[in-house]
């Protein structure tokens, strides 16, 4: 766990902490309250279930659903508690954790009803009074504080997330390019190859023929020799243009830099060293990476996400498996963009297949790609 995601954690220890102590003379009862104190104790749970699932909601309804409740929760338990003092900051922690599930303007109209909430319930227990102006105006500032604050750091872990995306959409670009660059070198290394030393092996090759007619029998003993050895480098070096040739770039030194470094999610890949590739679907496993690790950063909400890619031993036959700990897909996989539709066909093309898997109920998203061997 690293960077931004230690700092939520400790945020939300901290407004835990806080919504405890403020509550605690309620639920101690060191103060009187409006309901039972059993049932003030049981709207006080209802308040942190819902603080917690406005987090842990795995739609966006449900959260909305949950901020509505813990926010009518906290005003029964303001309401209903007599001399409430700092219960009052119940209302700050709804508007500060309403920035994670709402647009800005709407945590200000929150805002807005909280102070009037507040001016009401003053009103109706002291009257008006500068005291209670001094205290809803207290409480209207640190709410819009925190709600900015909140606004603030959302805003940044987005453009880390952006900015991930950027590079990672570059550190691709570049392991493309340096595959490319090292399958037009080795093309250009064979044809240097073949136009120049198996032309000249070729003449060698064919004087060494001739002069095998000549009637000196030691000079002929010699030549059959060296013709014998002409032939050999001559294979030699066939062998070595159609290994040039085949050669497969290195999958790893492509992927490495894709993985590293990602603001807020450790990615763990595992290669299988066995793997022999051509360039195309060295192409199309780097893209399918890439994909998958965008999706992961822009929607997942996930904090750790495992790449596996395998080949059969038999068939030779390339599997990647990526699986992340985020949210899935609230719809079908099929229908999620053109980036998933773009994995599909860039395997079929290559006579194999993808598949897509976010809604059976397990958290995570996870994608499957087969294709067979060069």
Known sequence: MRGWQQYE???????????VVVASPGLLGFIETGLARPLWIAVYAVFLVAVFFTFAATTRFLAHVALAVAVLSSWVLVATAFNAGLLHILLVLTAAISVYVVPIWASGILVVLNSVFLAVVGWNITGFSLDLTLGVGFYLLIQCATVLSSFALLREQQLRRELATAHLDLQAASALLAVGARSSERLRISRDLHDAIGHQ?????????AAKHRDADDARRHVERASTLAKALLGDVRDTVGRVRSEAPTLAAALEPLVQNLPGLDVH???????????????ALVRTVQEILTNTLKHAGARR??????QDPEDGRVTLSAVDDGRGAPRRATDLGQGLQGIAERFEALGGRAR???????????????????
């Open 356 to 374: 897509f898997d976010g809604t059976t109920g397990d958290r995570g998203f996870r994608v499957t790609t087969e294709v067979p061997a060069p």
């Open 201 to 209: 092996l070729t003449v060698l090759n064919l004087e060494l023929e």
């Open 269 to 283: 890949l595992e290669l299988d060293p066995r793997l022999q590739l051509d360039e195309e679907r060295t192409e």
């Open 305 to 310: 996400s495992w790449i596996t890619i395998r």
């Open 9 to 19: 954690v400790w945020s939300g220890i901290a407004m835990l902490v806080v919504a």
